[in-house]
């Protein structure tokens, strides 16, 4: 059974630095991209970063260029986000999400890590 | 970027009534466009891919059609457990991923 679990959200000032952690399971982890996709409260679903299998290609939504950096573990089987200079409008639930290339959609979802950013 | 636009942005509707939502992208995506639901509190759950295929285990009342930039989500007999939150996502040129603003259904 696939499982994606997320860990490190909390809040932070603006300006601060935060982590995420996903651990993920039940499938080769090599073989798949892996996303992070954000929802603001009462807001709709925002991607966020997305990394490939072997980690040679990363995206960024043009928001976080700059500030979020996606990067991935294969000995943890866990996909990171790193996010600098926090700021209000990135206050948000996120989700780690298995990414399926071929028709581009998201397949499985973790129960999401909520970060709050304010002073 | 390619815009999408959801109608309607929510709906009242009873257990038993045929549910349409419509999803139109600014520019053509193809096939490329997939349907998710997300129930209060929960993470998004994938119900149908590339315009008009089940995912697995997703019932069967679900039924997705459309081509180009023109697309509708069908619930053929809403179910208590089916009023939620409902987003398009296009993927047809990737990155970005783009999704709708979100229909929500509730109960009548």
């Known amino acids: 059974e696939v499982q994606l679990v997320e860990s490190g959200g909390g809040l932070v000032q603006p300006g601060g630095s935060l982590r995420l952690s996903c651990a993920a399971s039940g499938f080769i982890f090599s073989n798949y991209w892996m996303s992070w996709v954000r929802q603001a409260p009462g807001k709709g679903l925002e991607w966020v970063a997305t990394i490939k299998g072997d980690g040679s290609e990363k995206n960024y939504v043009d928001s976080v260029k700059g500030r979020f950096t996606i990067s991935r573990d294969y000995t943890e089987n866990s996909v990171y986000l790193q996010m600098n200079s926090l700021r209000a409008d990135d206050t948000a639930v996120y989700y780690c999400?298995?990414?399926?290339?071929?028709?581009?959609?998201?397949?499985?979802w973790g129960q999401g890590a909520l970060v709050a950013v304010s002073s | 970027d390619i815009q999408m636009t959801q109608s309607p942005s929510s709906l009242s509707a009873s257990v038993g009534d045929r549910v349409t939502i419509t999803c139109r992208t600014s520019q053509s995506v193809n096939t490329y466009l997939n349907w998710y639901q997300q129930k209060p509190g929960k993470a998004p759950n994938l119900l149908i891919y590339a315009t008009s295929n089940l995912q697995s285990g997703v019932p069967s009342r679900f039924s997705g059609s459309g081509f180009g930039t023109d697309f509708t989500l069908t619930i053929s007999s809403l179910q208590p457990e089916d009023f939620a939150t409902y987003y398009c996502?296009?993927?047809?040129?990737?990155?970005?991923?783009?999704f709708g603003g979100g229909t929500k259904v509730e109960i009548k």
């Open positions: 999400a298995r990414w399926r290339r071929s028709q581009s959609e998201f397949t499985h």
């Open positions: 996502q296009q993927s047809y040129s990737p990155p970005p991923m783009t």
